[in-house]
């Protein structure tokens, strides 16, 4: 490595390491880290913006707004208390209908759209149950990606790949779908080992979740049918944004706008909601992974991968998925996958058969998110819920339980790749 790819690395391995053992803020220690890049002029001023992931900043804030809006209409207390009614107050049960919503919802929305609705949730039933909402979130950000992996329009690797191969959104259902529910329910099962002695509920709060009605929730019920249609339209324009041709940011602000317009509501007090440390952490990110793109370090890694392999099939996609689990674990996934897919489209014009190396990019990168707490868009954005309401969800605690399962995911989806391409 030159001095400019050492210097590079050395600023994202510091900020990684201020991150994970939160000496300094992670929002500060992104945002010093993505000015050094600039300040040492590893990354032109100029080409700052171009590293940074505009989509994903748009769907972040745009689906915080939606949110923001439709929670004052009682909505998410209402589906809370109802689940746990339908649960009669059984912790477990809870914690398994939320996990399978989440999974669902991430399969047909996108990963941060459905934990921005799940964790307002998440946080009203488990202060009524008086539970530690921390075993919740961490089940739900291991379920949102195992969710995400499973279709085309869930996680954004999926899309960049379903583009560059020409699949389609059956394809995902036929190829990581079955995958993806194998995991989640291992997952799950084991999360009940890890995590049914903690859930327990005294019976006085049982009998208050049973004696609640969760119609008396709904504090606006013209904002509450609002929303409804307006979520309605925005899962059809995830759904089919792409065969119209606009970015699902696109899709995310125009619901955004819309029910601000309709929803009548103090549009100062909508604006201070959004999680801006949230938002600054994940541009700073952007920045952070683009001076380790702009000096060919990821590019590198790519290629040393190839040379390893020495371009056999079967070798090349089990490496391929290890080796984007890992990375996605600590490193944002789209542009890694970004600098793979033009090296697997060389390979594919060498004669060699890449249909596989798809599907194996598609489940380490994806499901590698579970791996940390920065491992996802939705990782960050769900422990900053918690923590906004005082349960702060630490890197450690969290890659205790993570990292090893995120670990089995991808000895399960080894061997159901061997399974389905040796």
């Not at 790819?5 to 993505?34: C, P, W, Y």
């Not at 099962?189 to 969760?214: N, P, R």
Request: glycine fraction near 8%; hydrophobic fraction near 55%.
């Amino acid at each position: 490595m030159n001095f400019t790819q050492i210097i590079a690395l050395l600023i994202f391995l510091l900020v990684m390491f201020f991150v994970m053992t939160e000496k300094i803020d992670r929002t500060v220690a992104a945002m010093s880290g993505a000015l050094l890049m600039v300040l040492l002029r590893i990354i032109p001023s100029n080409k700052v913006i171009s590293y940074i992931d505009f989509n994903t900043i748009g769907v972040l804030i745009g689906m915080m707004l939606f949110v923001s809006v439709v929670k004052n209409s009682g909505l998410f207390e209402y589906i809370a208390i109802f689940t746990a009614k339908k649960a009669k107050g059984d912790a477990w049960k809870i914690l398994l209908s939320f996990a399978i919503i989440t999974a669902v919802l991430s399969a047909t929305l996108d990963n941060v759209t459905t934990v921005l609705l799940i964790g307002p949730m998440t946080l009203v039933i488990t202060q009524i149950l008086s539970l530690n909402p921390i075993p919740f979130l961490i089940t739900e950000i291991l379920a949102s990606n195992i969710g995400g992996t499973a279709t085309l329009i869930g996680d954004p690797p999926n899309i960049m790949i379903g583009s560059a191969a020409g699949f389609g959104f059956n394809d995902f259902l036929i190829y990581t779908a079955p995958c993806a529910v194998v995991i989640l329910i291992i997952t799950l099962t084991l999360l009940y080992f890890l995590y049914h002695k903690q859930l327990v509920v005294d019976d006085v709060y049982k009998k208050e979740i049973l004696s609640l009605d969760e119609r008396k929730t709904i504090k606006d019920k013209s904002l509450l049918i609002k929303s409804i249609v307006v979520m309605g339209f925005i899962l059809f324009g995830f759904i089919t944004h792409q065969t119209f041709h606009i970015e699902s940011s696109t899709v995310a602000l125009t619901g955004a706008v819309v029910m601000l317009l309709i929803g009548k509501q103090d549009v100062e007090e909508i604006m201070t909601s959004i999680e801006w440390p949230t938002i600054a952490f994940f541009i700073s990110l952007f920045v952070l992974v683009g001076g380790l793109e702009q000096v060919g370090l990821i590019h590198k890694l790519a290629n040393t991968l190839i040379n390893l392999t020495a371009g056999n099939p079967v070798m090349t996609m089990i490496v391929l998925l290890w080796l984007s689990a890992i990375v996605s674990a600590f490193l944002d996934n789209i542009p890694f996958v970004a600098t793979l897919i033009p090296l697997v489209l060389t390979m594919g014009n060498q004669g060699i058969d890449i249909f596989p190396l798809w599907w194996a990019i598609s489940l380490g990168a994806c499901l590698g998110g579970n791996g940390t707490l920065i491992g996802a868009s939705a990782n960050v954005v769900l422990a900053n819920i918690g923590e906004k309401n005082g349960y702060k969800l630490t890197f450690g605690k969290y890659f205790k339980v993570g990292f090893p399962l995120m670990l089995l995911s991808i000895c399960i989806a080894t061997l159901y790749l061997f399974i389905r391409f040796a």
